[in-house]
């Protein structure tokens, strides 16, 4: 069916670690993909997008790989920080802009 | 840049009473969604427009939930009457495409959500 769905609820890192969040979905005509960061009580703030035409995109202390073949996304945090404690969606526009959301993936960093 | 208002940003009712959410997009986005997001689950999509029309509300449960974007601007949506299921967080989104694009990969900007708590 279509869904976007996260192989973990949750992963703890040590501080300064790097974290890597995975992501599988289903739709293989999915074009655009897009990672949001939601911390308690907020609304998900983007992260990260990465189009079907590209294999990775880099932002600051972040990377998105996209590999279409097994049809995965991740997610990598370079030097994870205190503030990087949050739940971390993928998310897949199928067409159109209709954004579908996974379960998420909560981040717990330790000290 | 202002970004996504909504409000009120806490809600409680007793079942089977009406209650509406607001939202004000960013300015110039012609495209505005509404989710609907349990706890521990990600944003569902309920409802998406493009200017004042609505062009995606199959996930609306349109017997008791209704939304309306008059003049392609500001949102409405409503849920009438609450059942003890609604208690969710409510969250608006909006994104801007340009007029007569087909182009999609248009990222949404989130606000921070209507918790609802029926009771």
């Known amino acids: 069916g279509e869904s976007v769905g996260l192989h973990l609820p949750t992963l703890s890192v040590q501080e300064g670690d790097n974290s890597i969040i995975n992501c599988a979905y289903s739709n293989s005509a999915s074009d655009y993909f897009i990672w949001y960061k939601q911390e308690s009580g907020k609304g998900p703030q983007f992260i990260i997008d990465?189009?079907?035409?590209?294999d990775k995109r880099q932002g600051q202390r972040v990377t998105v790989l996209l590999n279409k073949t097994v049809k995965h996304l991740s997610l990598q945090i370079a030097a994870t920080q205190p503030g990087d404690s949050a739940v971390y969606f993928c998310?897949?526009?199928?067409?159109?802009?209709?954004?579908?959301f996974g379960k998420g993936t909560r981040l717990h960093i330790l000290p | 840049e202002a970004g996504v208002v909504q409000s009120p940003r806490y809600k409680i009712i007793e079942k089977k009473q009406p209650v509406a959410f607001w939202c004000n997009p960013i300015?110039?986005?012609?495209?505005l969604y509404w989710y609907l997001q349990n706890l521990g689950q990600g944003p569902e999509l309920l409802i998406r427009y493009e200017n004042e029309e609505a062009v995606d509300d199959s996930q609306l449960p349109k017997d008791r939930f209704s939304a309306e974007r008059l003049k392609g601007v500001d949102s409405t949506l409503k849920i009438q009457p609450a059942e003890l299921g609604d208690s969710a967080v409510y969250l608006c989104?909006?994104?801007?495409?340009?007029?007569?694009?087909?182009?999609?990969?248009?990222?949404?900007?989130f606000g921070q959500g209507t918790r609802l708590t029926v009771v």
């Open positions: 990465i189009r079907s035409n590209m």
């Open positions: 300015s110039g986005h012609n495209t």
């Open positions: 989104a909006s994104s801007r495409r340009p007029r007569g694009s087909k182009q999609t990969n248009t990222e949404a900007f």
């Open positions: 998310a897949e526009n199928l067409y159109d802009d209709k954004i579908i």
